[in-house]
């Protein structure tokens, strides 16, 4: 009876009476080389997080929200899947979560902190897709504000992110009430150049003078 329960007792210990499902835990290198179009590269931080930064072509999945639904979006339990978080913590224990949920092919390279390849940005794609569309209402309304008062070239507009001042302390309104920060000068018809950055949505933001706008 006690060589039973010995042999039992040892079998949990080593190998959980047969189940040694584990991830495997690789390099941010070797990650990268395995990154392609059948592997999924799986970011479980928060949506917070993925939407400042995340690797390119990463899909988000919360390590909360990690149970039995995944199947829907994970429906291959044999493609690999590339873990990641932002230091490595989460990512190993979403690693473990998706083989104890079948997957058979988990890999888990660690945090975005130590990532040193491409990355994406939606808040920053919206971010400059927005203020390309603020950069067109300044210039429409400057363009209107001239015809309207007879001003000349170059003509200059100060903005505090609540209203803009030109002349002699004239408020120029915005059409959409998408109010910038910065100095910005109307150099002729066509061009228009930013004096100092714009600051929106976090983001430092500079125009150059064929209205590309510049975020970081």
């Known amino acids: 009876m006690k060589k039973i329960l010995y042999v ?3 079998c ?3 190998t959980g009476c047969g189940s040694n499902k584990t991830y495997k835990t690789i390099s941010a290198t070797e990650a990268k080389y395995l990154m392609n ?3 999924i590269i799986l970011d479980v931080r928060t949506k917070a997080e993925y939407e400042i930064s995340y690797i390119k072509n990463a899909i988000n999945i919360p390590l909360d929200e990690i149970d039995e639904s995944v199947k829907e979006t994970l429906k291959d339990k044999d493609q690999t899947i590339l873990v990641y978080c932002q230091s490595g913590n989460r990512s190993k224990q979403a690693s473990q979560k998706l083989v104890d949920l079948g997957y058979t092919s988990v890999y888990n390279f660690g945090g975005i902190n130590d990532w040193r390849y491409e990355t994406a940005s939606p808040k920053r794609d919206s971010t400059e897709l ?3 569309q603020i950069i067109s209402s300044i210039k429409l309304t400057y363009l209107n504000e001239m015809l309207d008062n007879d001003l000349t070239l170059p003509f200059e507009v100060v903005c505090d992110g609540k209203s803009c001042i030109y002349g002699d302390g004239k408020t120029l ?3 959409g009430g998408l109010i ?14 930013a004096t ?4 929106f949505n976090g983001y430092s933001c500079s125009i150059d003078k064929n ?5 970081n």
Do not use: H, Q, R, V
């Not at 910038?180 to 150049?193: A, H, Q, V, W």
């Open 37 to 39: 179009e059948k592997a």
């Open 173 to 175: 309104s915005l059409s």
């Open 211 to 215: 209205e590309k706008a510049t975020c």
């Open 130 to 132: 927005l203020l390309n």
């Open 196 to 199: 100092a950055g714009i600051l």
């Open 12 to 14: 949990l210990i080593l």
């Open 8 to 10: 039992s007792l040892l």
């Open 180 to 193: 910038p920060d910065g100095t910005f000068i109307l150099g002729n018809e066509s061009t228009m150049e």
